[in-house]
């Protein structure tokens, strides 16, 4: 079974700054979606990044990128010019690409908690 | 991106009573759907499953008489807590993938208290 390990439970940044949340996992498929999730105070999950594993390319969203290492099985989020809107819960996700009956479950890290101060 | 909807948003309920969260898909049908439970500053707990039409497929420690889920349309799913307890209190979150290839959409989640 995938897991998916976010050792950092809670960062803090100050505004304009860079921040790097880290995401391990361990897998032994060669093929899958990562995933970065943010989970405002409204707890609206919103997707920030998504990456396919066999993409060398890491994959980019304006402020948002990631560092993944397919071969440490590493999937770091980089915020870069933090701004107050940033602060939220962060959730790191694995997803198969193999297809079940049930489609494909999303397996959560268990977050990290980013302050962003002023 | 596509939107899902939950309703209601909060509900407080008495112990020994049922509660029915419904999930809908508004702009897309939504073969497959999620059903996940979270409490304060955790990750999210995948309760279940459903295809439309189909049983639903509930994670293990997950009773199947407690949480009921109905799938019955491609656009609505429904949790009902039967006999809920203070214990089932909880933010109850849906997600909605349109087909197996897609990501999964999220609802605004439910809080669920039970006094």
């Known amino acids: 079974a995938q897991t998916v390990t976010q050792s950092q439970p809670e960062m803090s940044v100050q505004e304009a700054e860079t921040v790097t949340l880290s995401c391990t996992y361990d897998?032994?498929?060669?093929?899958?979606?990562l995933f970065w999730y943010k989970q405002p105070p409204s707890r609206q999950m919103i997707l920030v990044i998504r990456q396919e594993a066999y993409k060398q390319q890491n994959a980019t969203e304006n402020r948002f990128s990631v560092n993944f290492q397919k071969a440490a099985k590493s999937f770091s989020l980089k915020i870069s010019d933090s701004q107050l809107g940033d602060a939220a819960m962060y959730f790191c996700?694995?997803?198969?690409?193999?297809?079940?009956?049930?489609?494909?479950?999303?397996?959560f890290g268990a977050g990290t908690i980013l302050r962003v101060k002023s | 991106g596509a939107v899902v909807s939950q309703h209601p948003s909060r509900v407080i309920c008495k112990s020994g009573t049922s509660v029915k969260i419904e999930c809908r898909s508004l702009d897309f049908q939504a073969t497959t759907m999620f059903w996940y439970r979270q409490f304060p500053k955790q990750s999210l707990m995948l309760m279940a499953t459903s295809n439309e039409g189909s049983k639903a497929t509930y994670e293990q420690g997950v009773e199947k008489d407690k949480f009921l889920i109905n799938h019955a349309s491609l656009t609505l799913s429904t949790l009902t807590v039967t006999s809920a307890h203070p214990e089932d209190s909880s933010f109850y979150i849906c997600?909605?993938?349109?087909?197996?290839?897609?990501?999964?959409?999220f609802g605004p989640g439910t809080r669920l208290t039970v006094l």
């Open positions: 997600s909605a993938s349109g087909d197996l290839y897609n990501e999964q959409f």
């Open positions: 996700a694995y997803r198969s690409v193999i297809l079940g009956e049930y489609g494909n479950k999303l397996v």
């Open positions: 897998t032994s498929e060669s093929d899958y979606y």
